[in-house]
T-cell receptor
Framework: GAVVSQHPSWVICKSGTSVKIECRSL??????MFWYRQFPKQSLMLMAT?????????EQGVEKDKFLINHASLTLSTLTVTSAHPEDSSFYIC????????????FGEGSRLTVL | EDKVVQSPLSLVVHEGDTVTLNCSYE??????LLWYKQEKKAPTFLFML????IEKKSGRLSSILDKKELSSILNITATQTGDSAIYLC???????????FGKGTHLIIQP
């Protein structure tokens, strides 16, 4: 099956710093990747759709200047949490679509961010 | 706005019991319904149901899609403690559309 790698798995940072999370599709090209956020005991909330070679599409309520997304190649998307604050602490998961008509997505392992 | 509703939100049963988890959806463009199991990290894929595949089974797990009622169920028979997890239902519009997730059912299997 398709493999999506996410890095780092967990990160602890100080308030005010920026953190970059990488999402890579290892054995397929993904023109579209998705970034989700999950709070404890809650479901996955779509943050943005990352499109290779163009600007990301953000969901309502998600600050695009705070959550910078770059999809520089067909196998890599990055999410940068800028000027992180404790309320940004969360589990961030990326997924990639090989473009199947059924809409099946393949998930990364997730990145747990803790902002002190 | 697309919506996926799961019930119950949480469920506690004893080992050996059979459970049925529910998922209903309202989406503008339906292509597939997916079930995921989430333990500590990212969700792991269980089943995908589409118009051409409305019933799936794997071991003790099975799932059915009812396109008329816009719903799906996930059955787990002879439950084991290892089945304890959050079960997520998601609906996809296909192609470049992201999945819309339900809030999940938190299943706890007691020994």
């Amino acid at each position: 099956g398709a493999v999506v790698s996410q890095h780092p798995s967990w990160v602890i940072c100080k308030s005010g710093t920026s953190v970059k999370i990488e999402c890579r599709s290892l054995d397929f090209q993904a023109t579209t990747m998705f970034w989700y956020r999950q709070f404890p005991k809650q479901s996955l909330m779509l943050m943005a759709t990352s499109n290779e070679g163009s600007k990301a599409t953000y969901e309502q309520g998600v600050e695009k200047d705070k959550f910078l997304i770059n999809h520089a190649s067909l196998t890599l998307s990055t999410l940068t949490v800028t000027s992180a604050h404790p309320e940004d602490s969360s589990f961030y998961i990326c997924s990639a679509s090989p473009g199947l008509d059924t809409g099946e997505l393949f998930f990364g392992e997730g990145s747990r961010l803790t902002v002190l | 706005e697309d919506k996926v509703v799961q019930s119950p939100l949480s469920l506690v049963v004893h080992e050996g019991d059979t459970v049925t988890l529910n998922c209903s959806y309202e989406v503008t463009n339906f292509r597939s319904l997916l079930w995921y199991k989430q333990e500590k990290k990212a969700p792991t894929f269980l089943f995908m149901l589409t118009s051409s595949g409305i019933e799936k089974k794997s071991g003790r797990l099975s799932s059915i899609l009812d396109k008329k009622e816009l719903s799906s169920i996930l059955n787990i028979t002879a439950t084991q403690t290892g089945d304890s997890a959050i079960y997520l239902c998601a609906v996809g519009g296909g192609g470049a559309d992201g999945l819309t997730f339900g809030k999940g059912t938190h299943l706890i299997i007691q020994p």
